[in-house]
T-cell receptor, first 114, second 117 residues
Framework: ETGVTQSPTHLIKTRGQQVTLRCSSQSGHNTVSWYQQALGQGPQFIFQYYREEENGRGNFPPRFSGLQFPNYSSELNVNALELDDSALYLC?????????????FGPGTRLTVT | KQEVTQIPAALSVPEGENLVLNCSFTDSAIYNLQWFRQDPGKGLTSLLLIQSSQREQTSGRLNASLDKSSGRSTLYIAASQPGDSATYLCAVGGANAGGTSYGKLTFGQGTILTVHP
């Protein structure tokens, strides 16, 4: 167990809807990263938050947004859902934002868009 | 742009065999490399983390090596067991964008390992 939790476990949404996924980091970790993993693929980096500010972003459109709160929780919001957004969404927390810090992953949220 | 490739895509072995999983990356300017295990429909379990200054790490029956100059890492699993059956993912860490460093992981597509009794 990494101490990183995510909710909900599974979610089904309709194309065009909006969704919020939640993550609770390990206590003391000020950095959280989000990844999208399509079926049969490796995870793809969405963005990272450090001390409640976006600290880096992958190749994802602006309809993917996030929030990080002082209590070690964070959210991933996706607007105008598309069928291709169906995937496993993983969050990972780390002690700090530097490159050498190990990232600890949560169990993921499986999103299905119909 | 960093690209990570894992070979083979799938591997099936009898219990007790020693095996090697391969990972290669295109940009040798990495900060670390991490091996993960993923069971079907589940999250990622970290197996080994190798910092860029290290050559290898060991944990129980697992040994991972890193050769930055050639852009390669291997994960060696000794005396494989059916419980080792899972997808194994390699990820390289670190990225710089506009002078701000952040710990982005770039993953390979994984090797699906099946160990049969």
């Amino acid at each position: 167990e990494t101490g990183v939790t995510q909710s909900p476990t599974h979610l089904i949404k309709t194309r065009g809807q909006q969704v919020t996924l939640r993550c609770s980091s390990q206590s003391g970790h000020n950095t959280v990263s989000w990844y999208q993993q399509a079926l049969g693929q490796g995870p793809q980096f969405i963005f990272q938050y450090y001390r409640e500010e976006e600290n880096g972003r992958g190749n994802f459109p602006p309809r993917f947004s996030g929030l990080q709160f002082p209590n070690y929780s964070s959210e991933l919001n996706v607007n105008a859902l598309e069928l291709d957004d169906s995937a496993l969404y993983l969050c990972a927390s780390s002690l700090d934002r530097g490159q050498t810090y190990e990232q600890y992953f949560g169990p993921g949220t499986r999103l299905t868009v119909t | 742009k960093q690209e990570v490739t894992q070979i083979p895509a799938a591997l099936s072995v009898p219990e007790g065999e020693n095996l090697v999983l391969n990972c290669s990356f295109t940009d040798s300017a990495i900060y670390n490399l991490q091996w993960f295990r993923q069971d079907p429909g589940k999250g990622l379990t970290s197996l080994l983390l190798i910092q860029s200054s290290q050559r290898e790490q060991t944990s129980g029956r697992l040994n991972a090596s890193l050769d930055k100059s050639s852009g390669r890492s291997t994960l060696y699993i000794a005396a494989s067991q059916p419980g080792d059956s899972a997808t194994y993912l390699c990820a390289v860490g670190g990225a710089n964008a506009g002078g701000t460093s952040y710990g982005k992981l770039t993953f390979g597509q994984g090797t699906i390992l099946t160990v049969h009794p």
